[in-house]
């Protein structure tokens, strides 16, 4: 049976796979333009919505500081631009950076494992972006339970990354970091959660090519 995986968890997840192999051995950015990064944030819109609140933690989380489907300029009829696209490649280069020390000792997607952000400055980077979008307390008291504080973002110009940068954070923070693994089955570099203690692959698919690749290995080594 499948975990629920939260919308930090989904947007951290998503944003890394940007990055996917293209089913013949190469690697396509899904993020190679403006044009793309606007097709990215449309199809997580539901993931950004303006404001949101956590039931975990009983703080409001705005992912865009704007109306639903217009994150950071980027959503609903708005446009991505070349700052934009910028600042979301620098993050996910962070990100997948930070991936890939999660991973450890297991060895990370081969798809930038070989220049991958130092870890410090990942840190320091994903820090940075969260901050682009600080956030003021909000009191709320109902009739009937006591006073909760609320955490509430500060419109800014670059709320985009700063969302993102926030659902990154949690996820690395929390307890599905723990399931993260790379999946390292012939032409993938997916980063992928576990679902149960034996699964080494992200799907079934790349455990059939795995096991295929390793019965003809162990065929040449006999011939």
Sequence with gaps: MREPISRDTRLALDLALTVRHDGNGGVIDDLTDPAGLTEWVRAHAELLPGTTERADDHREVSATGRAPHSAGGAGGGSTADAVQLAAVRELRAAVRALFARAVRPGEPSP??????M?????????NEAAARTPTVPVLDWPEDSGPLVHHKAVRTSDDLTAALAHAVIAFLAG????????????????????EHPRQEWCKPSCGNRARVARHHQRHKATA
Excluded: N
């Design 175 to 194: 307890p599905d970091r723990d399931r993260l693994r790379a999946c390292h089955a012939p032409r993938c570099v997916r980063y992928f959660l576990k």
């Design 118 to 126: 130092p870890p410090e400055e990942a840190v320091r980077h994903l």
């Design 111 to 116: 798809a930038d494992a070989a220049r991958l």
